[in-house]
């Protein structure tokens, strides 16, 4: 069974807080996603990355970073945490190829409240 | 930011009844997507569509790709409890390479 792995379920921070959410697949697919999903709003893109190494902002980077020193590992950080980064984090990944890279495939996703 | 409208937001509905939702865009889509987000769990795709005009069916659920390309339709028939969960669009431009864009979510509510 394909597999997306977030580390956490839930996360509890302080404001200035360095947080990192840790995202693994295991379907040795190029592409990798991080979303963040607040009600009301759908999912928005936070990141992506298309190959070890590389990435690529998505429409709202602002406050975070991400890196990918493995093809299976995808990981969010938060420079310094603050209120109005309390949300749900989604990580996805997909095949590079065009004509099917829309079939994302979703961890279950990490609740982070920064308090 | 966000370029994709969904309607409606919201749905309370009786176990059997049928359910529409749709999403609109001022952009042109070359790909739509429909996924579904069950309570706790990252979304699922449901249905892909590739052709403006085209209808597809996956059992009781039906999408169709608009004629204008600018929006897309789901439809769920028979609804069940089990159809519970918030349901995404998602649309995909030509020059957007793997990156998609997705609609706000419909949270649907089903009663026994």
């Known amino acids: 069974d394909v597999k997306v792995t977030q580390s956490s379920r839930y996360l509890v921070k302080r404001t200035g807080e360095k947080v990192f959410l840790e995202c693994v697949q295991d379907?040795?697919?190029?592409?990798m996603f991080w979303y963040r999903q607040d009600p009301g709003l759908g999912l928005r893109l936070i990141y992506f990355s298309y190959d070890v190494k590389m990435k690529e902002k998505g429409d709202i980077p602002e406050g975070y970073s991400v890196s990918r020193e493995k093809k299976e590992r995808f990981s969010l950080i938060l420079e310094s945490a603050s209120t109005n980064q309390t949300s749900m984090y989604l990580c996805a990944s997909s095949l590079l190829q065009v004509a099917t890279n829309e079939k994302l495939f979703f961890g279950s996703g990490t609740q982070l409240s920064v308090l | 930011g966000q370029q994709l409208n969904q309607s409606p937001q919201s749905m309370f509905i009786q176990e059997g009844e049928d359910v529409s939702m749709n999403c609109t865009s001022s952009?042109?889509?070359?790909?739509w997507l429909w996924y579904k987000q069950d309570p706790g769990e990252g979304p699922v795709l449901l249905i892909a569509l590739y052709k403006a005009g085209e209808l597809t069916s996956n059992g009781r659920l039906t999408a169709q790709f608009g004629i204008t390309r600018k929006d897309s339709f789901l439809n769920i028939s028979a609804s069940i409890p089990s159809d519970v969960g918030i349901y995404f669009c998602?649309?995909?431009?030509?020059?957007?390479?793997?990156?998609?864009?997705f609609g706000e979510g419909t949270q649907l509510t089903v009663n026994p």
């Open positions: 379907m040795d697919h190029e592409n």
């Open positions: 952009s042109i889509f070359n790909t």
């Open positions: 998602a649309g995909r431009r030509e020059t957007s390479g793997s990156r998609l864009t």
